[in-house]
């Protein structure tokens, strides 16, 4: 079987490996405190910056997922009045989220079929612009926000913390980090990992502002955390196995501005034949297309008979998710499936088309 799935997605085969050696190395008997993982951890960190462009003076934490992040993000910053700009269901569930813990969110939603109007978040309530929230990846549609509306974001809203959720995108594709302030994503998608972690990229100013605010409530505060990553150390015993497998990946893998090319190129001609062959993308505009997930629509009989074959000659196909649940399915286009894979995906779809 060929996941395709946008995640929990396809695992590096070299994860199998990796696994072993991190039982002979005894690492994962290690106490979080102990030198062994002080030593795993920072040289994470530094390969993590190193092979995604980080800047050296980010912040980068170990989560257990995005949706802690969601949590984290609104209790660490709370006091801050958000708007949540989203077109689909991850973006909307930050919002939610962020809502039910505390009143103060706005959200500002938008079609998928159309980019983010900076005209229309002009006119935002400025005292609810203290913290904006973007998915840049929308995994549920198969959308993504241009690094060119990022930069506007920014430029729009100097003085606001800008927060993203890119679990769908980090590490497949390169990311503009000055941007954004914070950037989180779990490593089941684009890392190729197994789930069960989360990364949490910081600048400066989100650290700042996080040690201004001084929330403290919980065991994993963002004061706490930071305070612990000084040493490079977590508030709690983290995922140690999932911190040595990304260790391993990130040596194994290309840096990201290669990683990216290859993504975006591959999206692009997968989307090509696929089109040419009748199937119809959910988003009709290329420069709103996801360059890691494509979502493919049809009349829901359609979609669950192509899905139903699929599986049977070895490929599973992502279902649609939320509104699109019907309607769609969606391909993951991560860096752990390999070009011979998309290949035997598509030639498998131009015969059932
Ligand atoms: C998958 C996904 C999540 C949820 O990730 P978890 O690891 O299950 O918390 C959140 N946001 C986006 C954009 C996602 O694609």
């Known amino acids: 079987m060929i996941s395709f799935y946008p995640g929990p997605s396809k695992v590096y085969p070299q994860v199998k490996e990796y696994m072993m050696e991190a039982m002979d190395t ?34 980068i934490f170990f989560l257990s997922s995005a949706t802690e992040c969601w949590e984290v993000l609104s209790e660490s910053y709370k006091p801050l009045f958000s708007t949540h700009i989203y077109n689909g269901a ?63 974001v920014r430029q729009r809203f100097k003085k606001s913390l800008i927060m993203t959720d890119v679990t769908s995108s980090l590490g497949g594709v390169d990311l503009d980090w000055l941007s954004a302030d914070i950037w989180y994503a779990s490593v089941q998608k684009c890392l190729g990992l197994p789930a069960g972690m989360a990364l949490m990229i910081c600048s400066p100013r989100a650290i700042e502002k996080a040690l201004e605010l001084n929330e ?47 993504t975006k190129t591959r999206m ?3 989307q090509n034949v696929l089109q040419k062959n009748g199937y119809e993308p959910l988003i009709p505009y290329t420069r709103l ?7 493919i629509k049809d009349n829901a009989s359609r979609i669950t008979e192509i899905k139903k074959k699929a599986k049977k000659e070895g490929f599973v196909l992502g279902n649609g998710y939320g509104d699109w649940k019907e309607n769609t399915f969606r391909i993951a286009n991560f860096p752990a499936i390999t070009n011979d894979e998309i290949t035997q995906l598509v030639d498998f779809l131009k015969l059932n088309a």
Request: aromatic content about 8%; hydrophobic content about 35%.
């Open 26 to 59: 005894g690492i994962l008997s290690c106490n979080h405190r102990s030198p062994e993982f002080v030593d795993l951890s920072k040289e994470t960190i530094k390969l993590l910056k190193k092979k995604l462009d980080i800047p050296k003076n980010y912040t």
């Open 90 to 152: 991850f973006g909307e569930k930050w919002y939610l989220n962020k809502k039910k813990l505390d009143a103060n969110a706005m959200a500002f939603e938008y079609p998928i079929h159309r980019e983010i109007s900076v005209n229309k978040l002009s006119k935002l309530n400025s005292s609810y612009t203290e913290a904006i929230c973007l998915t840049p990846n929308e995994t549920s549609n198969a959308t993504k926000v241009s690094k060119n509306m990022m930069h506007k």
């Open 216 to 262: 403290n409530k919980h065991y994993n505060s963002m004061v706490a955390m930071i305070k612990q990553m000084e040493r490079f150390q977590t508030t709690h015993t983290p995922n140690v196995l999932n911190i040595f497998l990304l260790n391993k990946v990130m040596q194994m893998r290309d840096p990201i501005k290669r990683i990216s090319n290859q």
């Open 268 to 270: 692009q001609s997968m």
């Open 289 to 295: 297309r996801s360059d890691t997930v494509l979502a």
